[in-house]
């Protein structure tokens, strides 16, 4: 048999290996439950890595919250912005003082890698979220949503297709700017309409694709 070819290392790779390191020794992991939120020791900048779960990533004023992105495993943030975070599951995460990363980031380009790929991430998240909430209705938003969960499988959509969602019903609306019932509301109509049916918990069926296209192009936005 070939020798099995190795890709290059991934900032999980490293700090779940076997070697002591140098940037291993700099993380600590932590853990959280479900609703609580993170924050670095004694409100001290960290970087942070998600090593299981997930966080929900949102801004919070006058008692208002605004969810930007949701952060898996292997993405990286840190606290040193005005977004606050939330774990949603039970969630475990490499920390560090940033002061301590930034003395031996230089030596590990897989970890400047994963925190440009995480800013990336939320910056791109919240692009489309203004984009959804200033120029889409609440259909053209679900619409929206299904067409990326879609293109992350990485083919094309067509009837017949199976995509995973992402989220459930209440993550998602907080994601989309609305609100649980506006998001059951206009699925249940969507299903009626044909652009999908339900296949089971977390997936769905792809009918009339061109429908579902023109929810997200906002052509047709129905009475959502």
């Given at each position: 048999?070939p020798?099995?070819?190795?890709?290059?290392?991934?900032?999980?790779?490293?700090?779940?290996?076997?070697?002591?390191?140098?940037?291993?020794?700099?993380?600590?992991?932590?853990?959280?439950?479900?609703?609580?939120?993170?924050?670095?020791?004694?409100?001290?900048?960290?970087?942070?890595?998600v090593?299981?779960?997930?966080?929900?990533a949102?801004?919070?004023?006058?008692?208002?919250?605004?969810?930007?992105?949701?952060?898996?495993?292997?993405d990286?943030f840190?606290?040193?912005?005005?977004?606050?975070?939330?774990?949603?599951?039970?969630?475990?995460?490499?920390?560090?003082?940033?002061?301590?990363?930034?003395?031996?980031?230089?030596?590990?380009?897989?970890?400047?890698?994963?925190l440009?790929?995480?800013?990336?991430?939320?910056?791109?998240?919240?692009?489309?979220?203004?984009?959804?909430?200033?120029?889409?209705?609440?259909?053209?938003?679900?619409?929206?949503?299904?067409?990326?969960?879609?293109?992350?499988?990485?083919?094309?959509?067509?009837?017949?297709?199976?995509?995973?969602?992402?989220?459930?019903?209440?993550?998602?609306?907080?994601?989309l700017?609305?609100?649980?019932?506006?998001?059951?509301?206009?699925?249940?109509?969507?299903?009626?309409?044909?652009?999908?049916?339900?296949?089971?918990?977390?997936?769905?069926?792809?009918?009339?694709?061109?429908?579902?296209?023109?929810?997200?192009?906002?052509?047709?936005?129905?009475?959502?």
């Amino acid at each position: 048999m070939p020798p099995h070819v190795h890709g290059p290392a991934t900032i999980m790779d490293l700090l779940e290996g076997q070697a002591e390191t140098p940037l291993r020794a700099a993380f600590r992991l932590v853990a959280y439950d479900r609703g609580q939120l993170l924050a670095g020791p004694d409100d001290t900048d960290c970087i942070f890595i998600v090593r299981t779960g997930r966080l929900r990533a949102f801004l919070l004023a006058f008692d208002r919250e605004l969810s930007l992105a949701y952060l898996n495993r292997g993405d990286m943030f840190s606290t040193h912005t005005r977004l606050q975070m939330e774990a949603t599951t039970f969630t475990q995460l490499f920390m560090a003082r940033r002061s301590a990363i930034e003395r031996i980031a230089a030596a590990h380009p897989a970890l400047q890698h994963a925190l440009i790929h995480g800013l990336a991430r939320v910056l791109g998240q919240t692009i489309t979220l203004i984009e959804d909430l200033a120029f889409h209705h609440a259909r053209g938003r679900i619409a929206r949503y299904i067409l990326r969960c879609a293109a992350q499988g990485g083919a094309g959509l067509q009837r017949g297709q199976v995509v995973p969602l992402t989220l459930g019903m209440e993550e998602m609306a907080a994601l989309l700017g609305t609100t649980r019932q506006t998001v059951s509301t206009e699925f249940n109509a969507m299903i009626r309409e044909g652009a999908f049916s339900r296949e089971r918990r977390g997936y769905l069926r792809m009918g009339n694709v061109a429908l579902l296209r023109n929810w997200a192009s906002g052509a047709d936005t129905g009475t959502g």
